[in-house]
């Protein structure tokens, strides 16, 4: 399989957020946030690369980049990924933007 741009390809791709567990991290309180992606191409693409955004009231409050190289998800299907960030005060929403993927032989 030959490799594809991910951006000829991003609009087939949406993501929901599923849930937001709050835990005790090494270096104080984290959420795990949780979200389904769902795949709506023919190809199979992995190599995550995300940006996380939080929001309060829809203004902006954080934005964290990400990146998660094992994560895999196979055409028509959906998959889960979890962002693991300090807790942030304020922030009543969170958002998974994908940057970026690979598809192609070495995923």
Not at 1 to 17: A, G, I, V, W
Not at 70 to 96: F, T
């Amino acid at each position: 399989m030959d490799s594809k741009n991910f951006l000829d390809y991003q609009q087939k791709f949406l993501s929901r957020q599923i849930s937001v567990v709050q835990f005790e991290g090494r270096s104080g309180p984290h959420l795990k946030v949780t979200f389904e992606v769902t795949n709506n191409s023919d190809y199979k693409w992995g190599q995550l690369n995300y940006e996380l955004i939080g929001r309060s009231d829809g203004k902006i409050i954080v934005a964290e980049p990400g990146a998660t190289y094992a994560w895999v998800i196979q055409p028509h299907s959906s998959s889960h990924v979890n962002a693991n960030i300090p807790v942030i005060d304020g922030v009543s929403e969170w958002e998974l933007v994908i940057k970026d993927m690979k598809t192609g032989r070495r995923i």
